[in-house]
């Protein structure tokens, strides 16, 4: 058989009678049907795909006799399909060549993943197709979201790109930008997503966060930083009604070392510095550097002495010199403080003010701190050189008591002696206790101070007995802080033993302040005294509130009227009211009432007319030291109760 192929494709001609052969070989004398695939080029020299069907006509010997052939063109199916083809090929190509995880997710499982995802999360592919979600691969608490944008994409819905927080097989988090959108996948609803590693741009935007708040030469907080923070200390200051500080610290004549020594030694210098400064703050302020040799601290809840410490101490740790680039650099700095509310009520006026007091340091001499009003100045040098004066007396026994005696109206005689801690300062002379009490409550002195009274006017008053003076009661001062202290039972109790004073002796003096605040634990702490055998005496009473429902609860067995209602007795009616109110009041809560501050004997005489069973003044007495109150008592004449 001829087949008539002058004008298909050379080979397919070959391969067409090839075909032929065969089939025919396998049906001698018979029919067969085959189908084959062949080009030709068509008159306009097109190549065209032949789909033909033909029928065969097979001798006996299996040779083709003739063929009958039904030819379609295919030809643009052909070509679609071959387009398709290489399409795919570029899809997945793209797909793995991407630098960004995608997928296809259908029923909250992945259905297609592409390299990259594959390789960023630490799992085979087979572990994660048809396996795992996304929901397997980000931190538990965002599931329920995850699983919400789910539903809308296989809804139909479009997304907006989020963050998430992505977990590797490893256990490993990084934070991703996810964008999925609807899609169909086998014919059923699915989505498509991409998925970015967002780990290198968040690290940038915090460096960008760190170089917009921080000074990148110290790394302190900058003024932006600052601002933002005091911003907030300011309300909370507002808020609790407490107070604020701000110092403002420049280095003296740190330009000559910058012209001297060149840049890189004085930015060395200032690291140096800002190190130093560092160790003097405390954990809620904030040190920032507010460019070139400037520095501020933010003293949240201080008080104007104690910024002045935290000033001392700033000026403290610049003193020795600093070892920069080889030379040994000293360098002072000269600060100014300002304080909320007093010298402003927001950021900018305090900056201000605290920098203006800066210049008044520098005026002074520098290496120096000044605050910005001229009367905390002067307050504030007086309490820093109490302070430090207060600490040395204490170890140089520079505390002494004087006594003032407590006398019974109806007999006359003397019962007992109220102690009086005077402060010999070297320096100043007689320091009375109104004057540096309450510094010593302030500086956390007032403990070892309180306790050093309690066992001295025990042991004095006990020597006194021992020589053989008729036994005197000894009324002892205690500060609100000392009676709050926890173990002051004990050191009351360790004051009487270590003296050999008995309780009965011993009265303990507190304000109406200090008894009438946090009432309950004032109860328990009363009680324990009392039942010691130790008297208790309301000092200072009228002055500030009583609560009658405590003061029949507490075991107190005095009121001590205060010297401000005795002062005006003969010409104030109002106050002769009070000291009478009171008489009648510890009367019928049999308490015994003694008036403090008694001068004159007209003032004794309307007490005693009103009643009053004790009193004490320097109409009997002033407080005096030991010796001369014993020359007292004994021209006085002791006390004979009748
Ligand atoms: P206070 O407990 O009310 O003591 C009475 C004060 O009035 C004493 O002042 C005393 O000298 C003074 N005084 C006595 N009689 C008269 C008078 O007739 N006229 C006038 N104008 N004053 C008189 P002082 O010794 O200066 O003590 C003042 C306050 O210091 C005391 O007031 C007490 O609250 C406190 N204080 C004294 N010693 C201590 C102590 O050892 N510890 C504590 N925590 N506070 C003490
Ligand atoms: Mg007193
Ligand atoms: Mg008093």
Not at 245 to 253: K, N, P, Q, V, Y
């Given at each position: 058989?001829?087949?008539?192929?002058?004008?298909?494709?050379?080979?397919?001609?070959e391969?067409?009678?090839?075909?032929?052969?065969?089939?025919a070989?396998?049906?001698?004398?018979?029919?067969?049907?085959?189908?084959?695939?062949?080009?030709?080029?068509?008159a306009?020299?097109?190549?065209?795909?032949?789909?033909?069907?033909?029928?065969?006509?097979?001798?006996?010997?299996?040779?083709?006799?003739?063929?009958?052939?039904?030819?379609v063109?295919?030809?643009?199916?052909v070509?679609?399909?071959?387009?398709?083809?290489?399409?795919e090929?570029?899809?997945?190509?793209?797909?793995?060549?991407?630098?960004?995880?995608?997928?296809?997710?259908?029923?909250?499982?992945?259905?297609?993943?592409?390299?990259?995802?594959?390789?960023?999360?630490?799992?085979?592919?087979e572990?994660l197709?048809?396996?795992?979600?996304?929901?397997?691969?980000?931190?538990?608490?965002?599931?329920?979201?995850?699983?919400?944008?789910?539903?809308?994409?296989?809804?139909?819905?479009?997304?907006?790109?989020?963050?998430?927080?992505?977990?590797?097989?490893?256990?490993?988090?990084?934070?991703?930008m996810?964008?999925?959108?609807?899609?169909?996948?086998?014919?059923?609803?699915?989505s498509?997503?991409?998925?970015?590693?967002?780990?290198?741009?968040?690290?940038a935007?915090?460096?960008?966060?760190?170089?917009?708040?921080?000074?990148?030469?110290?790394?302190?907080?900058?003024?932006?930083?600052l601002?933002?923070?005091?911003?907030?200390?300011?309300?909370?200051?507002e808020?609790?009604g407490?107070?604020?500080?701000?110092?403002?610290?420049?280095?003296?004549?740190?330009?000559r070392?910058n012209?001297?020594?060149?840049?890189?030694?004085?930015?060395e210098?200032?690291?140096?510095?800002?190190?130093?400064?560092s160790?003097?703050?405390r954990?809620?302020?904030?040190?920032?550097?507010?460019?070139?040799?400037?520095?501020?601290?933010?003293?949240?809840?201080?008080?104007?002495?104690?910024?002045?410490?935290?000033?001392?101490?700033?000026?403290?740790?610049?003193?020795?010199?600093?070892?920069?680039g080889?030379?040994?650099?000293?360098?002072?700095?000269?600060?100014?403080?300002?304080?909320?509310p007093?010298?402003?009520?927001?950021?900018?006026?305090?900056?201000?003010?605290?920098?203006?007091a800066?210049?008044?340091a520098?005026?002074?001499?520098?290496?120096?701190?000044?605050?910005?009003?001229s009367?905390?100045?002067?307050?504030?040098?007086?309490?820093?050189?109490?302070?430090?004066?207060?600490?040395?007396?204490?170890?140089?026994?520079e505390?002494?008591?004087?006594?003032?005696?407590?006398?019974?109206?109806?007999?006359?005689?003397?019962?007992?002696?109220?102690?009086?801690?005077r402060?010999?300062?070297?320096?100043?002379?007689?320091?009375?206790?109104?004057?540096?009490?309450?510094?010593?409550?302030?500086?956390?002195?007032?403990?070892?101070?309180?306790?050093?009274?309690?066992?001295?006017?025990?042991?004095?008053?006990?020597?006194?007995?021992?020589?053989?003076?008729?036994?005197?009661?000894?009324?002892?001062?205690?500060?609100?802080?000392?009676?709050?202290?926890?173990?002051?039972?004990?050191?009351?109790?360790?004051?009487?033993?270590?003296?050999?004073?008995?309780?009965?002796?011993?009265?303990?003096?507190?304000?109406?302040?200090?008894?009438?605040?946090?009432?309950?634990?004032?109860?328990?702490?009363?009680?324990?005294?009392?039942?010691?055998?130790?008297?208790?005496?309301?000092?200072?009473?009228?002055?500030?509130y009583?609560?009658?429902?405590y003061?029949?609860?507490?075991?107190?067995?005095k009121?001590?009227?205060?010297?401000?209602?005795?002062?005006?007795?003969?010409?104030?009616?109002?106050?002769?009211?009070?000291?009478?109110?009171?008489?009648?009041?510890?009367?019928?809560?049999?308490?015994?009432?003694?008036?403090?501050?008694?001068?004159?004997?007209?003032?004794?005489?309307?007490?005693?007319?009103?009643?009053?069973?004790?009193?004490?003044?320097?109409?009997?007495?002033?407080?005096?030291p030991?010796e001369?109150f014993?020359?007292?008592?004994?021209?006085?004449?002791l006390?004979?109760?009748?």
């Amino acid at each position: 058989m001829e087949l008539v192929g002058r004008h298909m494709l050379p080979g397919d001609y070959e391969g067409v009678l090839a075909r032929i052969a065969e089939v025919a070989a396998g049906r001698p004398g018979q029919r067969a049907s085959l189908v084959v695939h062949y080009r030709l080029v068509g008159a306009d020299g097109r190549t065209r795909h032949c789909h033909d069907s033909m029928m065969l006509e097979v001798d006996a010997e299996g040779r083709p006799l003739v063929a009958f052939g039904v030819v379609v063109d295919v030809s643009e199916q052909v070509l679609a399909e071959a387009a398709m083809h290489e399409r795919e090929a570029q899809f997945r190509s793209t797909m793995e060549a991407a630098q960004v995880g995608i997928f296809v997710l259908q029923d909250g499982l992945f259905r297609y993943v592409n390299p990259y995802l594959v390789g960023i999360f630490g799992y085979a592919e087979e572990e994660l197709i048809d396996r795992l979600g996304p929901l397997d691969l980000i931190v538990p608490e965002q599931r329920d979201m995850v699983r919400e944008q789910m539903r809308q994409r296989e809804a139909g819905a479009p997304g907006k790109p989020y963050e998430l927080t992505a977990v590797r097989k490893d256990g490993s988090e990084f934070p991703v930008m996810i964008l999925g959108s609807p899609a169909s996948y086998d014919g059923r609803p699915a989505s498509v997503g991409t998925l970015l590693d967002i780990t290198a741009q968040k690290d940038a935007e915090r460096r960008a966060r760190e170089l917009a708040d921080f000074d990148p030469l110290t790394g302190l907080p900058n003024r932006r930083l600052l601002s933002d923070r005091f911003t907030q200390l300011l309300a909370a200051a507002e808020r609790d009604g407490s107070e604020l500080a701000l110092i403002f610290l420049d280095l003296d004549h740190f330009k000559r070392v910058n012209d001297s020594l060149g840049h890189s030694v004085g930015d060395e210098l200032l690291c140096a510095v800002a190190q130093r400064l560092s160790t003097v703050v405390r954990k809620v302020d904030t040190l920032a550097r507010l460019g070139g040799d400037e520095f501020i601290i933010a003293l949240p809840g201080i008080r104007a002495s104690a910024a002045a410490e935290v000033a001392c101490r700033l000026l403290d740790v610049c003193a020795a010199p600093f070892a920069v680039g080889g030379h040994d650099l000293t360098i002072t700095p000269s600060l100014g403080i300002s304080l909320y509310p007093v010298d402003g009520k927001d950021f900018e006026a305090l900056l201000r003010n605290a920098d203006a007091a800066m210049y008044k340091a520098k005026e002074a001499g520098r290496n120096a701190f000044r605050f910005y009003s001229s009367e905390m100045n002067v307050a504030t040098l007086k309490h820093l050189l109490m302070e430090s004066g207060l600490r040395r007396g204490l170890g140089a026994r520079e505390f002494i008591l004087h006594y003032q005696p407590l006398v019974h109206v109806e007999s006359g005689g003397i019962i007992g002696v109220e102690a009086l801690i005077r402060w010999q300062n070297p320096e100043i002379g007689l320091v009375p206790p109104d004057q540096f009490i309450h510094v010593a409550e302030d500086i956390g002195l007032i403990n070892p101070i309180g306790d050093w009274v309690l066992r001295e006017a025990c042991r004095q008053v006990r020597a006194w007995q021992d020589a053989g003076l008729p036994p005197l009661i000894v009324a002892v001062n205690v500060s609100p802080i000392q009676f709050r202290q926890p173990g002051f039972v004990d050191t009351v109790a360790n004051a009487l033993a270590a003296s050999g004073l008995e309780a009965r002796f011993l009265e303990l003096e507190l304000t109406e302040r200090t008894v009438m605040q946090d009432a309950e634990q004032t109860l328990s702490t009363l009680s324990a005294l009392n039942n010691m055998g130790v008297e208790l005496a309301v000092d200072d009473f009228g002055t500030g509130y009583s609560s009658l429902a405590y003061l029949k609860r507490f075991p107190v067995g005095k009121l001590k009227i205060d010297r401000s209602f005795v002062r005006d007795l003969e010409v104030d009616p109002d106050d002769r009211a009070i000291a009478s109110t009171i008489l009648s009041m510890g009367r019928g809560l049999r308490l015994k009432v003694l008036a403090e501050g008694v001068e004159t004997k007209e003032q004794y005489a309307i007490l005693r007319s009103m009643g009053c069973e004790l009193v004490q003044g320097y109409h009997f007495s002033r407080p005096l030291p030991p010796e001369q109150f014993v020359a007292f008592l004994r021209k006085y004449g002791l006390a004979n109760k009748g």
